[in-house]
């Protein structure tokens, strides 16, 4: 039996299906999750005629992602699928003649470099490597391309006089001992030494070859020079680097001999190199370093000839991310504002900053988050495009601004359903009458006049921010009959720096003030059953959800995910400590511990009224779960209706599985549910 259908048949089967079809529709639904697909990683050709983007899907069987590759013209929008997609084939990446394409994929024991020839289908694994490969970028010439993999180093130890033991005896797994300061990383766990170091590889096949030595990672993706001898990458190279956690310099690097050249000198992360087509220019972003909990990326411009630096768009109050080059006059990037993230062009000799598009995201499969990515060439800019109706399209944009949509991947699942609909609101805090912006997203079915439960859903960071995005946790939860209320408070970034640093060693202080004029702005505005409120978040969210029962009881019931509660014991087991005790306080614990107090909500925990259940991963090294059963602990001892969900093999990305999207949604639903003032009919799955 053939593997596939010819077009005109499936074309057909696709039609008669249609037709078919009920007009009815109905909410969204938890086993939809794994209906969705989302385009990501687009990699336009370097004639800007064709896009290959990475499409994703969650798989119900394996219960992850899966991934695979296809090809869309630009023109005419027609697709068709590169690879299987039947496991994580992804990092697309041009020959410099188009001829060719570079990707990983799995071989089923390791994540290897595989080249495509675009004119024959052809297909031939390149690496036999033990680490995945990351950051694939092709030579000026096609002879090479270069990636970065982690390079094992030797373990710490201290015994050497150890005894073996005896043949066949059974002793306990030898100790191991840890002397590094990054010793584990949230979602990766107890890290095993190594150092990400750069490869090359020739695009033709053979052994890849290693570049850089010593104890230091280098950031991919290497950034190649015209001549194909050496590239741009940025790197920490000091002594003591994993104190210095935003620290990096850009750097060239001869791919034949290793030998390092610094490129820039300040305090501060330097990083994101793109190389002009002619060799002259360097565009990146970075700071000068102030130690504030939060500080945009300025777009710059390095002179390799004289060694001088220029910032583009110095008056731009948002963070500059991913510079790519139009040519060599202009200057493709990112930023977001209010929620969204714009891709914007600039001359590179200077100028006014233009909007190609507003819409970039879509990716976050989750909460609200931006996400998204793009790529620049032949003039187009292709791009994930976000709806709050969708996951994420591919759409390409001119350098005019002349937009559209390539690709349609979820109708055949969203337009037979009902989400629910969100408007942007904005109101003022009371603490200081600064405007607060959020979305208000309305049930299914939403009749004016009626009185529904509202949610506030808080999100993490907390130096991060909600927008205008699909949603499929924020849609489950509307889909049972709530109003739900998500929104940006003060610390939150996309609204300048002054913005986020109203929290500078100040969180939470504030933010709670804006979120709770949210909620009344909420009630005032539409049907809100005040006697059923709820409230929720996770990370940075978990932190304002446990400080808010410990300010109010005005919610019925509340759902703590992943938080921080003690902020002294936080900063001290955390994976990222050297960052929070330096950006996030004035001084470490020892020194100040009033103040670590006076922000932990342990601090308030005595005068929590609200039923309060709390979510982590059994495996997150980010906020630990310790920090959660402190606050489960004492609300125990305090006889306050309480629970712990553990989500086992989780992480701080306790949504990373779809299952585990589900289990958080659905057992929060049911907190909700049975602390309702009254009886709220629940959903048929």
């Avoid at 840890?178 to 033709?204: M, N």
């Avoid at 470490?588 to 982590?616: C, F």
Wanted: hydrophobic share 40%; no cysteine; charged share 20%.
């Amino acid at each position: 039996m053939p593997r596939t259908l010819p077009l005109a048949l499936f074309a057909l089967l696709i039609g008669v299906a249609g037709t078919a079809a009920t007009a009815e529709t109905s909410p969204f639904k938890p086993m939809d999750l794994f209906g969705l697909q989302w385009a990501d990683a687009p990699a336009v050709s370097p004639d800007g005629r064709s896009v290959v983007y990475s499409r994703r899907a969650f798989d119900v069987r394996t219960d992850g992602s899966r991934s695979g590759l296809w090809l869309v013209d630009t023109a005419s929008g027609a697709s068709r699928p590169l690879t299987e997609g039947t496991g994580n084939e992804g990092q697309a990446a041009w020959s410099p003649d188009g001829r060719r394409l570079a990707y990983v994929a799995s071989d089923g024991s390791a994540q290897q470099i595989h080249v495509r020839y675009m004119d024959t289908g052809a297909t031939v694994r390149l690496t036999q490597l033990t680490a995945g490969p990351e950051g694939l970028s092709w030579s000026p010439d096609g002879r090479w391309i270069a990636f970065s993999a982690r390079v094992p180093a030797k373990p710490a130890s201290l015994a050497t006089d150890m005894p073996t033991p005896p043949e066949g005896a059974t002793w306990a797994a030898p100790v191991k001992v840890i002397d590094k300061v990054l010793y584990r990383a949230d979602g990766a766990g107890y890290l095993a030494p190594g150092y990400a170091h750069l490869f090359v590889v020739s695009s033709e096949g053979g052994a890849a070859r290693q570049v850089t030595q010593g104890d230091h990672d280098f950031n991919a993706p290497a950034a190649w020079l015209p001549d194909s001898r050496s590239v741009i990458v940025a790197a920490n190279l000091d002594a003591d680097a994993d104190y210095q956690p935003l620290e990096t310099e850009l750097y060239r690097i001869d791919i034949e001999t290793g030998t390092t050249l610094r490129l820039t000198q300040r305090i501060g992360p330097d990083r994101a190199p793109a190389v002009s087509p002619d060799g002259r220019h360097v565009a990146y972003v970075g700071f000068d370093d102030r130690k504030l909990g939060y500080q945009n990326s300025q777009l710059s411009v390095l002179d390799l000839a004289s060694g001088t630096s220029r910032v583009l768009g110095a008056t731009l109050d948002r963070s500059a991310e991913a510079p790519e080059w139009d040519g060599n006059d202009a200057i493709v990037f990112e930023y977001e504002d209010r929620g969204s993230t714009t891709v914007a062009r600039v001359a590179a000799a200077g100028g006014a900053i233009r909007t190609l598009a507003t819409d970039l995201g879509g990716t976050a499969m989750g909460r609200p988050y931006a996400g998204g990515a793009k790529s620049v060439r032949g003039g187009q800019v292709a791009y994930t495009a976000t709806a709050t109706d969708r996951p994420a399209e591919l759409a390409v944009v001119d350098r005019k601004g002349k937009r559209r949509v390539l690709t349609d991947l979820n109708d055949n699942v969203l337009a037979h359903r009902t989400l629910g609909r969100v408007e942007e609101l904005q109101w003022k805090s009371s603490a200081d009458g600064r405007a607060i912006q959020g979305w208000l997203v309305y049930p299914p079915g939403h009749e004016p006049g009626r009185k529904y439960p509202l949610l506030l859903e808080i999100h993490g960071g907390p130096f991060a921010a909600y927008g205008p995005h699909f949603a499929p946790e924020i849609q489950l939860y509307a889909a049972r009959g709530w109003l739900v209320l998500y929104t940006n408070p003060r610390g939150s970034t996309s609204y300048g720096e002054d913005f986020a640093n109203q929290i500078h060693h100040n969180y939470p202080s504030q933010d709670y003030d804006d979120l709770m004029s949210g909620v009344d702005a909420v009630i005032a505005k539409t049907g809100v059953d005040d006697t059923n409120l709820y409230v929720t978040g996770g990370s940075g969210g978990g932190v304002l959800t446990a400080w808010i029962v410990g300010h109010t009881d005005r919610f019925r019931a509340a759902v703590v995910a992943k938080p921080v509660i003690n902020w002294y014991s936080f900063v001290l087991t955390s994976d990222a400590y050297p960052f929070f005790t330096d950006y996030w306080f004035a001084a470490p614990p020892w020194e100040k511990p009033d103040e670590y107090l006076r922000r932990s909500p342990i601090s308030y925990v005595g005068k929590v009224k609200t039923p309060t259940m709390l979510i982590t991963g059994e495996n997150d090294y980010r906020t630990p779960i310790s920090e959660a059963e402190q606050f489960y602990q004492a609300l125990k001892l305090r006889r306050i209706d309480t629970a712990l969900v553990r989500i086992p093999g989780a992480s701080h990305s306790i949504n990373a599985r779809p299952s585990q999207l589900l289990a958080q949604v659905l057992n929060s639903a049911a907190w909700f549910e049975k602390h309702a003032a009254k009886p709220v009919a629940t959903p048929t799955p």
